[in-house]
């Protein structure tokens, strides 16, 4: 029997009976007031039993419905379960950009995407940002990070970026493979997603050979790439990343009678935006309900593997005695469509994407707590230098979430703001063709593109609408409009939008120049070959008229 299997039933006979134990006010163990000096440089000088370690867990494309009901029906995730019986939940959690770089760089710096600039997978923090764990590094904790950090400049393919760049331009080509599984036949095979595991296993190496002999607190970050679909082949039919890989081990905690099918739109009576993003990613074509549901059931069982990781992390903890010392903190950059509104992969700010799971436990956190406040990954920067005691900046975007999750804290900690009723999310890379912003409030989504005139807004009631088939803002035109002002109160988004508009031209050009005589073969041969190989000269065309035109922006 595998570890995992009887790990949850360890952590519940040692620690279910009771909550995890306030721990005595430390609020005054470091600099109090923030100053020309920020962040300050005091250390822990010894190991205060009242001050908590920091274990940070990000996975990859996790969608967060699934850590609570009815979306848990679908798939056994026992540690998650187990965080939530112990712990806090935060049941309206969501990204502040639905893709992987610009997401972290939020969650990282605490900032929202607009302020930090990072537009795309390509564009994120610089290389030298100080971040919240440079800042509890100055502050006394040891820190320590294995796994995916992915929130600086200058990664991911060209293709990746130059998608992102000409998505302004007037064609439409297929970017991705058309979503498929791969079944690992072997039935005992548990470690499907061997970088992952060697991270994790990193993690839990570090924590037994050196955290547990530190006399000051430490952080520990885990980044996974699960539950992301695979690469695919780049050549033939399948590219990209779209393949759902797993094993008969982990399709075992999948229950398929519970596997919802989505309902779909017609091709015809798509939002624009959400039918250039679907046939970008090559899924306008048929689908049988047998594809769709192993789609679904193999990311499901991807989301059971990630889960044992996470179980790794909280046995070692257990196993080590630290587990009552430590916050642990489960979440995700964003979530994963799998077929839903006839698409795969994130880039949207329909639910299956930007809704990401949060989950806390530790001293002080409140057991057994569903909170259904809005909050999203900005929120994890403040919350972090909360616990640590650390004098929050007051230009963050994010709020502590102490206040919200524990009585023990909210008395010391050093926010001083409530968290307000509403969220930002906002998406200007590649698969969609038009800068999009979200404002989550109440129990309404409501979504704006571009300028805001130049493609519709949507609008959803997702207390009576969970699924987002309907769009009601002709509908309700008031409430339209007022959330519109309300989002223009946050954000001045025509101007942004304008920003990423002139930053893409820009971008392009450099990379086209930087290309020379080679420009012709490479462009043809990015992801889009298979489309763009047919009729090159057309393709090429589109481009130069798109460089031609707004030539003063």
């Known amino acids: ?39 300050p440089v005091q250390s822990v000088t010894a190991r205060d039993p009242s001050v908590p370690n920091v274990v940070l867990v990000v996975s990859d494309s996790f969608d967060g419905r699934l ?39 939020a ?44 929130y600086t400049s200058g990664h991911h393919s060209i293709s990746n970026r130059v998608e992102a760049w000409t998505r302004d331009v007037d064609f439409l080509l297929r970017q991705e493979g058309r979503p498929v599984v ?50 695919s082949p780049y050549t033939g039919e399948n590219f990209g990343s779209s393949t759902f890989q797993t094993s008969p081990y982990w399709l075992e905690k999948v229950f398929y009678k519970a596997i919802k099918i989505p309902k779909w739109s017609s091709l015809s009576e798509m939002h624009p935006v959400d039918y250039y993003s679907s046939y970008t990613k090559n899924c306008t074509g048929q689908f049988t309900k047998k594809e769709i549901r192993d789609i679904r059931a193999f990311y499901y069982a991807m989301c059971a593997e990630t889960d044992a990781m996470l179980g790794e992390i909280i046995l070692t903890l257990h196993q080590l005695n ?15 469509l799998a077929m839903d509104h006839r698409q795969f992969y994130k880039m949207s700010m329909y639910e299956a994407s930007s809704h990401i799971p949060l989950l806390m436990m530790g001293p002080g956190i409140k057991a057994n707590l569903h909170v259904p406040d809005v909050v999203s990954l900005v929120d994890i920067h403040p919350t972090l230098l909360d ?27 050093k926010s001083t703001r409530p968290h307000p009723p509403w969220i930002l999310s906002e998406f200007h890379g590649c698969n969609v063709n038009a800068s999009t912003y979200m404002l989550r409030i109440d129990k309404w989504k409501y979504i704006a593109y571009s300028d805001g005139t130049s493609s519709p807004p949507q609008l959803f009631d997702l207390s009576s609408d969970p699924d987002e088939l309907t769009n009601i803002a002709t509908k309700f035109p008031e409430i339209t409009h007022s959330l519109d002002q309300k989002l223009r109160s946050i954000i001045n988004y025509p101007v942004v939008s304008a920003s990423v508009h002139q930053y893409n031209k820009k971008q392009f050009i450099s990379w086209k120049d930087s290309l020379g005589q080679n420009y012709t073969k490479v462009i043809a041969n990015l992801r889009w070959h298979q489309d763009w190989l047919k009729e090159p000269k057309k393709y090429e065309h589109a481009i130069n008229r798109w460089l031609k035109s707004n030539a003063n922006l």
Request: aromatic share 12%; charged share 15%; glycine share 8%.
């Open 182 to 231: 791969n079944l690992i036949p072997d039935k005992t095979k548990a470690r499907i997603m061997e970088e992952d595991w060697q991270n994790a296993d990193k993690a839990t190496s570090w924590l037994r050979k050196e955290a547990i002999n530190f006399t000051q607190p430490f952080v520990l970050y885990l980044g996974l790439n699960l539950p992301h679909p695979y690469p």
């Open 1 to 39: 029997m595998q570890w995992w299997s009887v790990g949850v039933v360890l952590l519940v006979v040692t620690s279910a009976g009771s909550a995890p134990a306030a721990p005595a006010p430390w609020a005054g163990r470091l600099e109090e007031k923030a100053g020309p000096g920020w962040p």
């Open 322 to 336: 630290l587990l009552q010392k430590t916050t642990v903190i489960f979440t995700s950059d964003h979530g994963e």
């Open 107 to 150: 969650m990282w710096s605490g900032l929202f995407t607009h302020l930090t600039e990072s537009w795309n997978n390509f564009k994120g923090l610089d290389q030298n940002y100080t971040t919240w764990m440079d800042v509890l590094q100055k502050s006394g904790y040891h820190t320590q990070k294995f796994g995916k950090l992915d």
């Open 67 to 105: 850590t609570f009901h009815p979306g848990n029906q679908t798939v056994a995730l026992p540690f998650i379960n187990f965080m939530k019986k112990h712990g806090t939940i935060f049941l309206n959690a969501y990204t502040n950009s639905p893709i992987c770089c610009p997401s972290r760089a």
């Open 387 to 413: 616990i640590a005691g650390v004098p929050l900046p007051q230009n963050l975007s994010g709020y502590s979430l102490i206040p919200l999750s524990s009585e023990a804290f909210s008395n010391h900690s």
